[in-house]
């Protein structure tokens, strides 16, 4: 099955481009885990995280751990099309290929 190639202006963001590629390889990815492999401080996160939350692209959960809580992150069904089709125009606009 093939993405429909489609530029997303929320995903194209560089910090949220990463997250969306690192969630899209994971069923979902810890909040540490995320901000570590980013480089960026907690809030930064929380900001990328909440813009794809609010798009419907990323399901944030948090659990109980050892007396604190950990935040996890996961691309939604809506997430994964999204992304798979902004990789897509990216792909084609790198290759200098019309519209599909």
């Known amino acids: ?3 429909e190639s489609k530029f997303d202006e929320i995903i194209h963001a ?13 069923s979902e990815v810890e909040f540490a885990a ?12 929380s900001k990328q995280l909440k813009t794809l939350e609010d798009a419907g692209y990323v399901k ?6 050892e007396g604190r809580t950990r935040t996890w ?3 939604t069904p809506a997430g994964r099309s999204a992304f798979a ?3 897509a125009e990216l792909r084609r606009l790198a ?6």
Not at 14 to 23: A, D, E, V
Not at 36 to 44: E, F, N, R
């Open 1 to 3: 099955m093939s993405a």
């Open 14 to 26: 560089p910090n949220r481009l990463r997250i969306s590629s690192m969630l899209s390889a994971v």
């Open 34 to 45: 995320l901000r570590d492999a980013l480089g960026v401080s907690d809030s930064v996160l």
């Open 60 to 65: 944030v959960r948090k659990s109980p751990f």
């Open 73 to 75: 992150a996961a691309l």
């Open 85 to 87: 089709g902004h990789v």
């Open 95 to 100: 290759e200098g290929v019309g519209p599909t």
